[in-house]
């Protein structure tokens, strides 16, 4: 089996026939969502991610997808994660953020749209974008002390924007009630993010990395103090 190199190329393969004739009346929804979604992504070095909305996740039912799992791997799809309509419901105060991508950035491949019309609490979406952002700022400093073992220096920042864009996303939905169309709106927002070519000058580059870092601990400062 070949590798499936775009969205359409999935949508018109068998997977949506296999998908649904494996969980019959089980399946409420599968779509794609996550980094294969954004910008940057190829599936020649990272899966597409397929994730579901079942009736029920149990073992017993998430069985029945075993058989699919080598054709998956052939054709480069990973199996993500396997939600129930009560299991979102529950977790409206701990995954906001990870609802909202759903939400807002998928490719539907079965079923019924997923999360339709869903409108996180922003207490708790500011909350985890606080969480995250904090996180990230612990890794990019460790990263940064490191940056000089990279292949290439310019991976402290790629790496910084692969791992920021999502948090960024929810921090702009926060902020201003609109999820963002795509990277650019977050460039547009804080200029100091974009990734810029790379150069051989040792204080340009500090400079950015400098400016960088800065730019997220503002945001976070911000998303810390946000009333919502």
């Avoid at 089996?1 to 997977?15: P, R, T, V």
């Avoid at 019924?112 to 904090?134: M, Q, S």
């Avoid at 073992?149 to 920021?164: M, N």
């Avoid at 709106?185 to 990734?195: C, E, G, K, N, Q």
């Amino acid at each position: 089996m070949k590798l499936l190199l775009g969205i359409k190329e999935i949508k018109d393969s068998l997977w949506p026939e296999w998908l649904k004739d494996t969980f019959s009346d089980n399946l409420l929804s599968c779509f794609l969502h996550g980094d294969c979604l954004m910008q940057g992504f190829t599936p020649m070095n990272t899966p597409w991610l397929v994730s579901f909305i079942l009736r029920k996740n149990d073992p017993a039912h998430l069985a029945e997808l075993q058989p699919l799992v080598k054709k998956a791997k052939e054709n480069g799809i990973a199996f993500g994660y396997f939600f129930t309509k009560e299991s979102i419901a529950a977790s409206q105060d701990t995954f906001p953020l990870e609802f909202l991508h759903i939400s807002q950035k998928h490719e539907l491949i079965a079923g019924e749209e997923p999360l339709a019309g869903y409108v996180p609490d922003k207490k708790a979406l500011r909350l985890e974008c606080e969480r995250e952002l904090r996180g990230l700022l612990v890794h990019l400093r460790r990263n940064f002390v490191y940056m000089q073992q990279g292949h290439t220096k310019l991976e402290f920042f790629l790496s910084a924007d692969a791992h920021s864009m999502p948090v960024l996303y929810g921090a702009e939905y926060l902020l201003k009630g609109v999820y963002p169309q795509g990277r650019e709106d977050i460039y547009t927002a804080y200029p100091d993010l974009r990734v810029e070519p790379p150069v051989g000058d040792e204080k340009i580059i500090l400079g950015r990395a400098e400016r960088y870092m800065n730019a997220i601990e503002r945001i976070t400062d911000v998303i810390d103090t946000l009333e919502v």
